[in-house]
C-alpha cells in the first residue's frame, strides 16, 4: 500500500469509507497541530446588502451551505486515525453527506470588538480541532446591526493551505449567498484527487524506488542546506528553558494603507523592477534595525548583546506554493489539500549605516532612532532587494527544487512534531513562568530565525468581496470557461434562473484577515493586498514577543514601505505614520 492510494474499507452504499496513510508533510502538521501549533482560523465580517435578505445567516441556511460544501470538498470531513504504520485518513460517507454537532456553532455578539474579543478568546483557549474534526465553523450574529454578521472557520493544516482555504472561505460565501446548488462530483471519484503532496510532485513517470530514491537525496541536500544556518536573531523576547514546549499565545496585528497610497507602493515596485515580496524582507530588516538601535541608544539592549548583533546574518522562512509543480491537477490548483513547502533566505546584517560607525554622538535621531536614509540608503534597499531576488531564482533553478522546500518544511517543523506533541500530552502545559524556569539568552537557540512568511499576492483575486459570484468571474460555478482554482464542481448547464440568481450581490466581505496558530517563539509577518489595499499582518507568541515591541516593529514596516515605496527619491524626507 502506497501513500498515494485510497482503500475502500466499506463499499455499503451510503456507508462507504476511505483511507490512505498521510504524507510526510501532512503528518508533519499533524502533529504540530496536536501541539496546538499549526491550525488557521479565519475570521470574516460580512454585510447583507439587499433588505429582504436577512435570512442569509439563519441557521437553515448556514447548515445548507456548510453540508454543501463539505460534500465538494470531502477532505475537510475526514477524520485522522492512528495506525500501527502511521497515522491515515479516513473519509466516511455518511459523515460526509451529514452534519455533525460541532461542524456549525452559532453565537451572538454585540459589536465588531466583541467579536474581534471572542477571537482572541478562541485563540487563548483549548484547541477546537481535534483528529475526528479537522474543520468548523462558528457563525457570530451582530445583535448591534442585523445586516451584519461574521464567520469563522478553523482549519487544521494538515488538510489546507493557504490557496485550500480561501477556496473554503470563497465556496462558503458563495454557496451561502446563492439559491443555486450546483451539482456535485461522485464522492468515489473525488477522494482519489486527494493525493498526498510528495507523491505528486514531479515524479509521475517513476517508479516507486526511484521516487524514494529521490525524495531521499533532496532531503539529504535539504538537511545540508538547512545546518549552513547558524546564529541569527529576531526582535527581543522572553525566551525561557520551557518555550519550545509551551504552547504559543497567539497574538495579531494588522497594518493597513489606504487605496491612493497601495497603488503608488505597488507602482514604485513595478518602476523599480522588485516585486513586494522581495521588498518586504528589506523592509522589515531596516525596520526592525530602527527598532534595536532605540533600544541600543536608552541602554535596554547590552553591549555585549548588541555586538553580537551587529555580527549575525537574519534568516527569514517564506512559505513557497508548490502546487505548480505538482504532476496531477485533476482537482484543480486550488482545491483543499496541502502543496506547499518553505524556502530559506538569508539576509545580510542588519543595516546600520552611520550607526556601525561608533560616533554616536554625531547621529541625527528621529523619533529616538537614526532615520532611514542613515541607515540605509535607497540604493541599498534595491540591492538588497535583488539580494532576496537572486536567492528565489537559484532556488527556482534547482533541480530538487521541490524536495529541498519539503525537506525545509519537515527539518522546520520538527521541533514542534511528534516527540514533542507526546511530552506536552503526558505532561499538559505547565505555567510559563513557573519557579525554577529560567531565562535564556537567544544566542543559545540558534539557529533562529528573524521571521516566517510571506507575501499572498491580491487576495482579492481568491477571495472576492461580493457574492454571489457574477456568471462571468472566472471562479464563479457558472462560468463557462474552465479554470485551475476554480475546484470541486462537475461540468454542467446551468439554467437560465441560475444565471439570474447570480446577477443581485447579496453578501459583501467587509473585512477578512486569517490568523495561524504559531508555533512557540514564531514570528509570523504576512503581506496582502485586500480591497485594494496593501496591508501587513504580524503573528505572534506574546510569551515571547511584547505587543508594544511588535507594534513599534509594524509601526516601523509602515513608515519604511512609505519612506522607500511611497515616495520619490529626490527628496529624502521621512515619512512618518501611525498604526
Not at 6 to 21: K, Q
Not at 28 to 53: E, K, P, V
Not at 455 to 465: E, R, S, Y
Amino acid at each position: 500500500m502506497t501513500s498515494e492510494s485510497w482503500t475502500s474499507l466499506d463499499s455499503t452504499p451510503g456507508r462507504r469509507v476511505f483511507f490512505r496513510p498521510l504524507g510526510i508533510t501532512e503528518t508533519t502538521f499533524y502533529w504540530s497541530g496536536l501541539n496546538n501549533a499549526a491550525d488557521t482560523l479565519m475570521h470574516i465580517h460580512l454585510r447583507t446588502t439587499q433588505n429582504n435578505d436577512q435570512d442569509i445567516h439563519s441557521e437553515s441556511n448556514v447548515l445548507r451551505s456548510w453540508a454543501s460544501v463539505k460534500r465538494r470538498f470531502p477532505l475537510i470531513a475526514a477524520e485522522v486515525e492512528e495506525h500501527e504504520f502511521g497515522p491515515r485518513f479516513v473519509i466516511r460517507e455518511e459523515t460526509v453527506m451529514n452534519l455533525r454537532p460541532d461542524d456549525v456553532t452559532f453565537l451572538e455578539v454585540n459589536s465588531f470588538h466583541h467579536a474581534e474579543c471572542l477571537v482572541k478568546d478562541i485563540m487563548d483557549g483549548p484547541r477546537l480541532l481535534s483528529p475526528q474534526l479537522l474543520t468548523r465553523a462558528y457563525i457570530l450574529r451582530r445583535t448591534d446591526k442585523s445586516d451584519h454578521f461574521h464567520v469563522l472557520i478553523v482549519l487544521a493544516h494538515c488538510i489546507t493551505d493557504a490557496a485550500g482555504t480561501s477556496t473554503v472561505v470563497r465556496t462558503f460565501l458563495d454557496t451561502l449567498s446563492s439559491r443555486i446548488e450546483p451539482p456535485y462530483i461522485p464522492l468515489g471519484e473525488r477522494v482519489h484527487t486527494y493525493r498526498a503532496l510528495e507523491c505528486n510532485l514531479g515524479s509521475k513517470d517513476l517508479s516507486p524506488v526511484k521516487r524514494r530514491w529521490i525524495r531521499a537525496l533532496g532531503y539529504a541536500i535539504g538537511v545540508v542546506r538547512f545546518s549552513r544556518f547558524k546564529g541569527g536573531h529576531t526582535l527581543p523576547g522572553d525566551f525561557r528553558k520551557s518555550t519550545p514546549h509551551t504552547s504559543a499565545k497567539n497574538r495579531n496585528h494588522v497594518s493597513i494603507f489606504s487605496r491612493a497610497v497601495s497603488s503608488t507602493i505597488l507602482t514604485n515596485c513595478r518602476r523599480h523592477g522588485i516585486t513586494m515580496n522581495s521588498a518586504y524582507y528589506a523592509l522589515s530588516q531596516v525596520a526592525l534595525a530602527r527598532v534595536l538601535c532605540r533600544q541600543y541608544l536608552r541602554g535596554q539592549i547590552s553591549e555585549e548583546e548588541w555586538e553580537y548583533r551587529k555580527r549575525q546574518p537574519m534568516y527569514v522562512l517564506g512559505p513557497f506554493n508548490l502546487r505548480p509543480y505538482q504532476d496531477d491537477q485533476t482537482g484543480g490548483s486550488g482545491d483543499v489539500g496541502l502543496g506547499v513547502g518553505i524556502a530559506p533566505y538569508v539576509l545580510p546584517f542588519m543595516p546600520l549605516g552611520e550607526m556601525s560607525r561608533g560616533d554616536l554622538s554625531r547621529l541625527e535621531l528621529v523619533n529616538g532612532a537614526p532615520d532611514f536614509p542613515a541607515l540605509m540608503s535607497f540604493d541599498r534597499f534595491l540591492l538588497r532587494c535583488a539580494n532576496v531576488k537572486a536567492q528565489v531564482q537559484n532556488l527556482l533553478k534547482h533541480p530538487r527544487l521541490v524536495d529541498i522546500c519539503t525537506s525545509t518544511l519537515r527539518l522546520y517543523w520538527a521541533a514542534f512534531g511528534k516527540n514533542v506533541t507526546l511530552k506536552r500530552l503526558k505532561t499538559r502545559d505547565s505555567d510559563h513562568t513557573e519557579a525554577g524556569d529560567e531565562s535564556v539568552s537567544f544566542q543559545s537557540l540558534s539557529p533562529i530565525f528573524t521571521q516566517v512568511g510571506a507575501t499572498l499576492g491580491d487576495m482579492d483575486a481568491l477571495v472576492p468581496t461580493d457574492y454571489p459570484l457574477p456568471p462571468e468571474h472566472y471562479l464563479s460555478p457558472l462560468c463557462s470557461t474552465p479554470h485551475a482554482y476554480r475546484a470541486g464542481y462537475p461540468s454542467w448547464s446551468p439554467q437560465a434562473a441560475a444565471f439570474e440568481d447570480a446577477k443581485t450581490p447579496r453578501l459583501h466581505v467587509e473585512y477578512w484577515c486569517p490568523q495561524p496558530y504559531t508555533p512557540p517563539a514564531e514570528l509570523y509577518l504576512g503581506a496582502s493586498t485586500t480591497h485594494q489595499q496593501l496591508q501587513y499582518f504580524s503573528c505572534y507568541d506574546e510569551h515571547v514577543f511584547s505587543e508594544k515591541i511588535v507594534v513599534e516593529w509594524l509601526s516601523e514596516l509602515k513608515d519604511a514601505t512609505l519612506w522607500y515605496l511611497g515616495q520619490p527619491h529626490g527628496n529624502e524626507t521621512l515619512s512618518q505614520s501611525k498604526l
